[in-house]
Each structure stands twice: as structure tokens, then as C-alpha cells.
């Protein structure tokens, strides 16, 4: 059989980067599936705000190979491949990838980040990459000393812009809601506000992209007027929010309206095993720093998992006598009696039966999957079953039954 | 592959003979950079059966206007001094050698 991670991740944004340095600080056999070079969207930009220890900015390219060197110095493989397909329902999950491969783990924690959305518009389609733009340091260049304009008003819209204008004469923003309204950060707003390169078009959408081969003008619509009117430009940024790149996963793991992955605050989607980390999630903000915080945070709830499944399965599963599985919790007095009458009970019985401790609190999902609702709880098992289960008041009586009828048959 | 600029476009793609693949690229493309060595590899396994050249069209802006590419990654194939197909954004390795294997 070929080799099993530990943790496979899909997708080296920072959600994915992070996942990969914790995973391998707690010594998990951990491989970065990336399609090309790590870095995410986060590497598409040259200003990258908000990441804390760099007040006055940093590079999202310079950030992001730091983190990929951070990963793989611990010893993160990081895999230049895109994964296609996921089989996820068994212990041992599967990534497929385009060029045949297969990568089997028994964690999977999915980063694949998100993609800008397109507005279909009239003649987006047609000039993309001939004047019609979603990454402003790709093509900025082209554009020196001629004018563009940008779509959307959010942080990552109003940051472009301001980046644009080292390069083109003009920037204009066309923004939907009315003059001095926009949706991104103040500071951003200040700063773009002040640049004499930035010029606004309020109340407005975009209508139609125009050009022979190359974007010629814009024509565009005042939603209080209704009325139409052409502008002459030679490249067309959008930035009008992300979709995440989940479409693999649909009838896989429970995605959302929007396409985004559904998890608990540890991460968990809805299959076992299986972690989501970044843009891709239901989240209330999407930046760099969520992003590597929850990849540390799937990381971390992995390595807890394969710790709780993989000492259940040798201690209990794989005994070859039967056990008895005593959940308690430090701070449940009856749960504590429970546990030493078992401790006696095991030592008169000389090795025949085998006890195992369960702090329930530590080991949540085992309890819940076995059905344990009460502390104190005794559950039996013979050969990796359950055969009985005891809740509430623990009796010598009640359990010696259980064991006799286990032992003799 | 070979690395052509504005003094050399003429000659290595204009008037070469056969299919010629052009990868315009530019040092500040990530999604540039994270496509190429896979170009790298299928200019390597397709030696012979056309002529495999980069350009790098931030620092060759006019030509590239010229040839109308705005955007980056872009490949363009061409024959004969004229552009005959060409692949923009959201590039895919297969979808190159698939276009490479339809001209040859
Ligand atoms: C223009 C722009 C400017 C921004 N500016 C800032 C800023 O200043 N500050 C800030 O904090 N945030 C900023 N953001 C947001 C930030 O970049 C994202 O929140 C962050 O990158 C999300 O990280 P991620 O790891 O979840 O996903 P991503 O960064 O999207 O990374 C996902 C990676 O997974 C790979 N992938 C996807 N599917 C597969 C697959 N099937 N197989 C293999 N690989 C796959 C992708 O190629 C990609 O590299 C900006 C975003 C944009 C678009």
C-alpha cells in the first residue's frame, strides 16, 4: 500500500501554510497539496494590510514565502499538484489529483481558499485579460499612463486602487451607494479620499465593457437616474468579492447557500476527519490572519482526533479481552467512586477484564459516539463491540452481572 | 524555452517557421510564475515539434500591447507572423498542452 499521512492539506494560502506548521510541530507526517506555487490570493497582493507586526504594510508575496519556508522547515511537503477528487467517507481518506495521482491520509483539512467573482457582464467575458482584470499586481504594468477603472468599494477594491495609481494616470472607483459611501476600512478611505489620482463615480454600476480586442470604453449606469453614459478607459479592474473553490465538496460535506463550508469553532465539518480552514468556511471575516488562525486551529483539533481515535483503538478496540470503557470527570465525585470500585473489582478478577479511564471532557467525541449522556458511564466491549452499557449509579453488583455474563459466554 | 524580448520578437516568433508558443509573463504574476515550470515541462516534452519561447511582457509592455495581451498569464501560439490561438487567465497546464497538441 502506498504511504498514509497523517494530514493532507488542499490548498498553500495562509489558511493552508498554517495548518502545515502546526501539523508538523506536532510531529504529523503533513503534505500541502498546492496547485503551483503557495501563497494563496494573498500573494496576489503587493500591499497586504493588517497583518499584525507590519504597521506599515508588507508584501503579500514576501509574506507568503516566508510562510511556505516556515512550513517546510519543520518538515511540511508541500506537493505542486491539483486535487480533483476526494474520497472522504472512510477511515482513510483519498485526494485524487489532475495528473492521476492518489494521496491517502487519515486527515483531510481543506484550504482551497476562493476566486474573484466575475459579474458577467457584457464583454467581460471577451476582453479578460485584454484590458479586463481580477489581479492588480499581474497586470498593473500594462497600464502605466492610461487610465482604468475599478469596480467595487470593499478593502481589497479601494487597496488595489490605491496601488493602481502608481501606475496608471487616473483611477476611477465606480461605487454603487451614494457619494462619500464606502464599503471598506476608514484609513483606506482617508487615503483614497486624498489621492488626486483616485476619481469617483457615485450611484453607478457597470453596464457594458466596449473594445475591439482590447477594452476601448465602459458604458456606465446611475442607478438614481436610470441614465446610460459612456466613458472612455483602457482597463477594467473588478473587485466584487470572492466564491470559494468548493465545488468538489458539494454532496460531500455540508456547504452553505454560498458555497461555503460549514464547521464548528474547532474546524470540524460534517465528516470526521475532515477540517475546513480559511476563505472556503462560513466566517464573518476573511483576511490573512483568520485564515492562519483557523489553519492552526484545524491543525491542532487533527492531531487531538488522531490522538483520541488511535489510543481508543489500541487500548479498546484491538484488546484481546473484554474492556470496560469507565467514562468520568475529574469534578463528578460519584463519577471518581465509580472508577475505584471498577479498579478493585478488575484486580480481584486477576487480569481477565481490562479497565480503561475516559476523562469524558477530553474525549467528547468518543463519549458521544458511544451514546455516554451521564457521568459516571460504563461501556462494555468484547472484541471492538459494545455489549453493554451501564449509566448513573455504578453498583458492584450491577457490574459483577455484566462481567459474569461477558466471561462465560 | 527562449527568452525573447522586443528586439528579438521578430525574428524568434514573427518570421520563425512552424508553430511558435509565446508565454508572457511578468515578475510580479504569481499566478504566472506558479504556471511556467509546468510550461518548462511540456516545452521540454514537445522539443522539435515547435518552438517554445517566453516573454516578459512587463518589461516589454508596448509589444505586448502590440500583440494584444493586457493581461497576465497569457500564452499565445503563432504561425507563420500571425497569432492563430491564445489562452488568458485561469490557465490550466492541460488546457496548454491540449491547445499545443490541436496545432502541431
Ligand atoms: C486583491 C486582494 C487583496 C487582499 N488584501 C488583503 C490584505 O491587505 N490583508 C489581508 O489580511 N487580507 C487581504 N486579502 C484577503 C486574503 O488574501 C485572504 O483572506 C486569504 O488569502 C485567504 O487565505 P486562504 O488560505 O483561505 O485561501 P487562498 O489565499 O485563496 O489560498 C488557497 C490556495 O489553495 C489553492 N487551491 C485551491 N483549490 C485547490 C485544489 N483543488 N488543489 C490544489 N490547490 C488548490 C489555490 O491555488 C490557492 O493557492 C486580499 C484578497 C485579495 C483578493
Redesign the pocket.
Known sequence: MSEVYDIIV???????LAAGIYGSRSRLKTVI????R?????A??E?????PGFPRGTT?PGLMEAMANHAESFGTEIIK????DLELDGEIKVARTKSGKEYKSKIIIF????A?RTLNIKGEQELRGKGVSY??TCDADFFEELDVIVIGNG??AV??AMYLTKFAETVTIIVIHDEGILDCNKVSAEKAFANPKIKWVWNSVLEEIKGDGIVESVVLKNIKTGELSEMETNGVFF?VG?VP?TE?LKGKVDLNETGHIITNDRMETSIPGVYA????RVKYL??????ASD?AIAAFAAEKYLAEEGGFKEQVLNAPKPVMVAFWAPQIEASIAAVSELEKIVDQLGGSVKLVKMDTYRNEKVAKRYGVEEIPSVVFFNNGEVVAKVSGSISRDVIMNQLNSLINK | MIEVDKKTFEDEVLKAEGLVMVDFWSPKCEPCKELMPFVAEVAEKYEGKAKFCKLDAAANKRLSISQKVMGLPTIGFYKNGEKIAELTKDISIEDVEAKLKELI
Open positions: 488542499v490548498g498553500g494560502g495562509p489558511a493552508g497539496i498546492q496547485k503551483g503557495p501563497g494563496g490570493q494573498a496576489t497582493t500591499e497586504l494590510e493588517n497583518y503579500g499538484e491539483e486535487v480533483v484550504a482551497p481558499g476562493a474573484p489581479c492588480a478593502d481589497a487597496e488595489e473587485f470572492t473553490k468538489m480552514a480559511g476563505d472556503a476573511r483576511q490573512v490572519i483568520t485564515a489553519g
